[in-house]
């Protein structure tokens, strides 16, 4: 993960401003540690809540619509996956010093890395063990988690950029035909799938994201992709293209309740392909700390990293209890960070506090839960296509000169495409393969990996090639 340089206002340090009165006071303690005034501190708390809203309600609604959840079950899992992010952010930004929480203004919540795999394990279950195979994989992934993070960093030499790169480029592609689907209206078997009235509102929602975009400033070109999906199914209402019937039914406040979707169930073939989309999700989280304490001009060491990858594993690890997904860093919030210069974790605390309330009031997932699919496609063109555009930047800073590089990057991009080409390619294999094979992110990551010790840490090129893939971390 590139690290955004630091402009004329950061050098001068987030105290330097003349017109705050505690400056004297605020120039003794480090800017991550600041606690601000009210006035500052609520504003940025909830640019961060922006930032990352679309982004943590995203994982639970392509689920839940890949497992036919009703409303009721599709606005539990919203509130699940708000009301674990917030605690995740809220162990990462206070934690426990010298256990657990990198105590850094850093965001963790579900992360749409762990989609795909987790719908080609609802693939290969029946309707009712796709959620129950899917929380068993994620709760050994976070075991995983806690059992490696002490060592991670040994091992983060074979994922350098040049594998990161391709694993979130296949994330943002392999997930692309959930919002075209969206966009067509959503349900395949309906009679007016892909009608011109659902193009025609995903489009209009793309086109007021692009405007707000292009015209738009400071926070409200921010929350450019809420505000398209408001406006969107704003404009649904007068076609009767939006549904307000999860509001009636949905409980005003409610904590989720426990296995609500079944007991876990362990299947051997799910586990390790969640398992090597832990260690991805690792590697972001570890490059996402490194980043944001160079920002915060705080040192980010092992013992750092490994408090926040422990928050990782143990987030991980609890979420399925209550309906919540693999967690990790939100790499758009430490951007969020760099953009607003306001480097105390308390803000993002204060974030984290407010998912926590979000999530135990069902009514607000209710509210997303009834977003026309149509709208949803327009502004998921937006979300998973930047995802791709992430791994793109990546890559283009993993040293693509190198023709082993590049020779590395285009078979590992073809393994991870053949599921999303050719869907039914691997229909011949053993059911275990399906699973890890099927999901293009697994079998792009395996690929990835496996070049990357045969061309840099094998043989008489060993520590040259390593050092020439790591060069870029």
Known sequence: MAVPAKGPAEAEGPCSDSSDPAGSTSRQVHPVDEKLHASRLVPAALQHIAAM?????????????????DTAGQTRLIAASLLIAGVATLLQTLGVKGFVGNRL?????ASSAGIAPMLAIAETNARGDQLPAIYGAVMVAGVFCL??????????????????????TLIGVTLMPVPVGWAQGGDKTSTDYGDMRFLALAGFTLVVILLMQR????????VALLFGLLIGTLAAIPFGMADFSSLRSAPVAALPTPFAFGAPEFQPAAII?????????MTESSAGMLAIGEICERDCDGRTITRGLRTDGIATFLGPVFGGFPTSAFAQ???VVSLTKVRSRYVVAVAGATLIVLGAFPVLGAVVSMVPMPVLGGAGIVLFGSIAVSGIRTLSEAGLDDSSNIILVAVSLGAGIIPLAAPTFYADFPAWAQTVL???ISAGALVAVSLNLFFHHLGTRGSAGAAAALKSS
């Open 53 to 69: 809203y679309a982004g943590v309600v995203t994982p639970p609604l392509i689920i839940g619509q890949a497992v036919r959840l």
């Open 105 to 109: 203004p850093f965001v963790n919540a």
């Open 147 to 168: 059992a490696i993070g002490p060592f991670f960093g040994r091992l983060l030499r074979f994922f350098p950029p040049l594998v990161t790169g391709v694993v979130i």
């Open 215 to 222: 015209f738009g400033r400071g926070f409200v070109k921010q």
């Open 273 to 281: 392909s969640l398992c090597l989309v832990m260690l991805v999700l």
């Open 333 to 335: 919030n430490v951007g």
């Open 438 to 440: 099927g999901s293009g």
